[in-house]
Nanobody, 120 residues
């Protein structure tokens, strides 16, 4: 069983930065970040393979967000720069035991989410 715990969310002004972390217990392979706002479906943000050699980003965050991981510490990160009000959402960490995927149904394990609010 894999448990995921996110941290690092908060309130930031437009153009600011935040770094999300996700501490994982148990063996994972590919991991990803998703986000969700009320009334909308969960949206893919970024994903990374076990080695970190393969990363995938949603078009809306390319060039602004960077996903990374530290396998020695079993931690996933999302560095978010140049934040916009439309980035406001609950951000979820997810893990699966196979290759990278960009859709939520592919992931087996989920964290509880962390709120990110970007003020205009």
């Amino acid at each position: 069983q894999v448990q995921l715990v996110e941290s690092g969310g908060g309130l930031v002004q437009t153009g600011g930065s935040l770094r999300l972390s996700c501490a994982a217990s148990g063996r994972t392979f590919a991991m990803g970040w998703f986000r969700q706002t009320p009334g909308k479906e969960r949206e893919f943000v970024a994903a990374i393979s076990w080695t970190g050699s393969n990363t995938v980003y949603a078009d809306s965050v390319k060039g602004r967000f960077t996903i990374s991981r530290n396998n020695a510490e079993n931690t996933l990160y999302l560095q978010m720069n140049s934040l916009k009000p439309e980035d406001t959402a609950v951000y979820y960490c997810a893990a699966r035991r196979t290759v990278v995927a960009d859709y939520s149904d592919a992931y087996d394990y989920w964290g509880q989410g962390t709120q990110v609010t970007v003020s205009s």
